[in-house]
């Protein structure tokens, strides 16, 4: 062993020597106040720390059974031992409220103009501590402003927040009776789904930049338009505006994106992906959104699985057409770069012009590798390397029927023309199992059996393309 220090005491703690003065402010608690300072009381962080069995190290060990975040150092900073537990590290559980909200309870509606905030502010934190900070004060006060504003046009906004978006927040909403008398859309789509309840999209007009405003709200707002009434796109009820604000009222979706829904499965089933058969079903939905968007004029160009909702009765709905397009002209080309990089088509990362259809086609493609195995074919930050992985083509895991699997290929073709028409998508015999079941469980269930086909009839008036 080394040789003491001639300032250290002759005793060892913690198995190495300690300078003595080091020794005396370890044991000045023991020992008791030096002659003329003050006794300083040890912080609240002893006392919790004691409350949850720390001496002995249990709650520590409890903790990391479970829930591994709950397990934490808790340590004061001007106590770095406790008095009477000389070199021995604290070791405590903190408690972690959830967050979660369960689906099953939704919040009521607001009655009135802040009722509601007294007890519950927005964005889960209390007025308490709002006042704390100027931000959340200003989030509260723009809260209750929308408040206001919805209730004037016949809407009761709740706290809940189901969405966000660069310079826009979703809500939970209910609509009034009186505002159903008003607004035959809104009250033919409610009567079936047998409640009142609506999403309110509400986009700050200070934070937008002018070409959003400009260009990209108007093309969602008419594309909306265009789809309307089709079981698997997401509806347009109304919209209305102020200096500061613009209302989306728009229907709710209460079962989340498709991405949750295919992490969830994966965990439930302890394999990565959705069976086929559910895939199938839900990738005929969208086959058929996508066949009445075109048919429409629209394309989407930002088709991903964080795009299409889930309402309660597993209905797929098609949203956020904040890039969509009016492409009428067939074979019009558009140049615009716009979308998620891991569902963008070769062809627009390559910087050449492009068909808005036939992305659109490649980016199903891309969603339905990602339905049935659980992760993307081709992730890559930078675009080099993706258009790499591309020309490879998508790896398949064992046990994928060859039918999916050449669907698959057949929708991420490199050569955009190459690729299956929504037509032929619809008659791949590995579609073709779902035809039947489909046509009496979805089109049965809705009184809008004919929109869901709607997409494979003839085409719409044609429009020049606009980027």
């Known amino acids: 062993m080394a040789r003491p220090h001639p300032h250290a005491v002759p005793a060892l703690i913690g198995r190495r020597y300690v300078p003595q003065a080091r020794v005396v402010r370890r044991l000045r608690p023991a020992l008791g106040p030096a002659p003329g300072r003050r006794v300083r009381v040890a912080p609240d962080c002893w006392t919790r720390a004691n409350a949850l069995g720390a001496r002995?190290?249990?709650?520590?060990?409890?903790?990391?059974?479970?829930?591994?975040?709950?397990?934490?150092?808790?340590?004061?900073?001007?106590?770095?031992?406790?008095?009477?537990?000389?070199?021995?590290?604290?070791?405590?559980?903190?408690?972690?409220?959830?967050?979660?909200?369960?689906t099953d309870t939704l919040p009521h509606p607001l009655t009135e103009p802040?009722?509601?905030?007294?007890?519950?502010?927005?964005?889960?934190?209390?007025?308490?501590?709002?006042?704390?900070?100027?931000?959340?004060?200003?989030?509260?006060?723009?809260?209750?402003?929308?408040?206001?504003?919805?209730?004037?046009?016949?809407y009761l906004l709740s706290s809940k927040r189901i969405g966000s978006g660069a310079f826009s927040k979703v809500y939970l909403a209910y609509a009034t009776q009186e505002r159903m008398q008003h607004n035959p859309k809104l009250s033919s789509d409610l009567r079936g789904k047998h409640h009142t309840m609506v999403?309110?999209?509400?986009?700050?007009?200070?934070?937008?930049?002018?070409?959003?405003?400009?260009?990209?709200?108007?093309?969602?707002?008419?594309?909306?338009?265009?789809?309307?009434?089709?079981?698997?796109?997401?509806?347009?009820?109304?919209?209305?505006?102020?200096?500061?604000?613009?209302?989306l009222v728009l229907e709710l979706a209460a079962r989340g994106d498709l991405l949750e829904h295919i992490?969830?499965?994966?965990?439930?089933?302890?394999?990565?992906?959705?069976e086929e058969e559910e895939a199938r079903r839900l990738f005929w939905q969208l086959v058929g959104a996508v066949a009445h968007c075109h048919n429409a004029g629209i394309v989407h160009?930002?088709?991903?699985?964080?795009?299409?909702?889930?309402?309660?009765?597993?209905?797929?709905?098609?949203?956020?057409?904040?890039f969509a397009n009016h492409s009428g002209l067939k074979n019009s080309l558009l140049s615009t770069f716009c979308g998620s990089v891991a569902y963008t088509a070769p062809e627009i990362l390559m910087s050449k012009k492009y068909s808005g259809e036939q992305a659109d086609l490649w980016s199903l493609g891309i969603i339905l590798y990602a339905m049935v195995t659980g992760k993307l074919p081709f992730k890559e930050s930078q675009p080099h390397r993706m258009l790499h992985l591309m020309r490879r083509g998508p790896i398949f895991q064992p046990g994928l029927s060859p039918e999916c699997q050449d669907l698959i290929r057949g929708l991420l073709h490199l050569r955009p023309r190459a690729r299956l028409d929504l037509q032929q998508v619809a008659a791949h015999r590995w579609m073709l199992p779902a035809v039947r079941t489909l046509f009496r469980s979805v089109l049965g269930a809705t009184s809008d059996k004919k929109q869901v086909l709607q997409g494979w009839g003839s085409s719409a008036p044609k429009q020049e393309a606009q980027e």
């Open 56 to 102: 002995g190290g249990d709650a520590g060990r409890s903790s990391a059974a479970g829930l591994r975040t709950h397990s934490r150092s808790m340590r004061c900073p001007r106590h770095p031992t406790h008095p009477e537990d000389l070199g021995r590290r604290v070791v405590a559980s903190r408690r972690t409220q959830s967050q979660r909200v369960h």
């Open 114 to 154: 802040g009722s509601e905030l007294d007890r519950q502010a927005p964005f889960g934190g209390t007025l308490s501590s709002m006042k704390g900070s100027g931000r959340l004060r200003s989030d509260h006060r723009n809260f209750i402003e929308q408040v206001q504003e919805c209730m004037d046009n016949g």
């Open 199 to 247: 999403a309110i999209k509400i986009i700050s007009m200070a934070e937008a930049p002018v070409e959003f405003s400009q260009k990209f709200l108007p093309r969602e707002i008419s594309s909306l338009n265009a789809t309307y009434k089709h079981l698997n796109v997401v509806q347009l009820y109304e919209t209305y505006h102020n200096s500061q604000r613009f209302y």
């Open 263 to 274: 992490n969830a499965v994966s965990d439930h089933r302890c394999c990565p992906g959705l």
């Open 301 to 322: 160009r930002d088709l991903k699985c964080e795009n299409i909702l889930l309402d309660d009765q597993g209905f797929l709905k098609l949203t956020d057409f904040g």
